[in-house]
């Protein structure tokens, strides 16, 4: 893809940030007891510092269950949201948020229209993270169950099964090189923090009225042999979710 794109627009610059507690990225941290904690909103703030350093509004391309982040981001650029700056037509000639969303195998429905029961949610929270050693406010965690999953979920054969099955379109398209990479990534400590955040349904929120809100072009692209994470309606198939975006965002393609 980015070969591709740089040999038709050569001049543009393609950003591929880490998110917070991923990659490079400074930690992620969650709320105390994380029952309240809004992951995807984190993530978009700290998109929205970089975007804010840029000299044009940039187009925004996500994967899967990122595509929350997206949404996000595409609402906020509506005159209305507190979050936006203002667009470029607007006084000061400050720029719009977003250009415009790529959504490559949007999130399954149910990631979009539905909150995660927050009890659940507090409880996967509290039994993977209680105790902190240092008290409330460290990010070190006592978890004797927290710590075996985590350990568990950073085995090569956890993230190979993951990824084959949620990620790539085929088992034998889960490359030795890829596999090398997120398990060198998952190798901190701290990385610990995202993942248990987002097990434990931080990133599920009902987003349909922002999505009616969405004020610039959306593009979803659903491949035939898709999948997507956290998905309740097993037998759900792309024609069947993209008619839902269709009808939820009314600037989707």
């Not at 595409?74 to 000061?92: E, R, T, V």
């Amino acid at each position: 893809f980015i070969a591709a794109f740089h040999e038709r627009y050569p001049d543009h610059d393609i950003y591929a940030p880490d998110l917070l507690g991923c990659g490079d990225c400074i930690a992620y941290r969650a709320s105390s007891d994380g029952s309240n904690t809004d992951l995807v909103g984190q993530w978009r703030q700290h998109l929205e510092s970089l975007i804010a350093e840029m000299e044009t509004a940039p187009v925004v391309i996500t994967q899967g269950a990122l595509g929350t982040v997206g949404i996000e981001l595409a609402a906020a650029s509506a005159p209305s949201s507190s979050s936006s700056p203002p667009s470029s037509s607007s006084s000061g000639g400050k720029k719009s948020l977003v250009k415009a969303l790529i959504l490559s195998t949007p999130p399954s429905w149910e990631a979009v229209s539905s909150e995660f029961n927050p009890n659940i949610r507090s409880v996967i929270w509290n039994l993977l993270t209680w105790p902190r050693l240092g008290g409330e406010d460290s990010d070190v965690y006592a978890s004797p169950l927290g710590y075996a999953f985590y350990k568990y979920a950073s085995t090569r054969k956890f993230l190979k099964d993951f990824s084959a099955k949620n990620l790539f379109s085929a088992p034998e398209r889960v490359s030795e090189e890829w596999l090398d990479q997120i398990q060198e990534g998952a190798s901190a400590p701290d990385r610990r923090n995202a993942v248990i955040s987002f097990l434990a349904g931080f990133w599920r929120r009902d987003r349909r009225e922002i999505m009616k809100e969405i004020p610039v072009p959306v593009l979803c692209i659903f491949g035939s042999s898709m999948s997507t994470i956290a998905a309740i309606d097993k037998k759900s198939d792309a024609v069947a979710l993209s008619e839902r975006y269709k009808a939820a965002i009314p600037a989707v393609e």
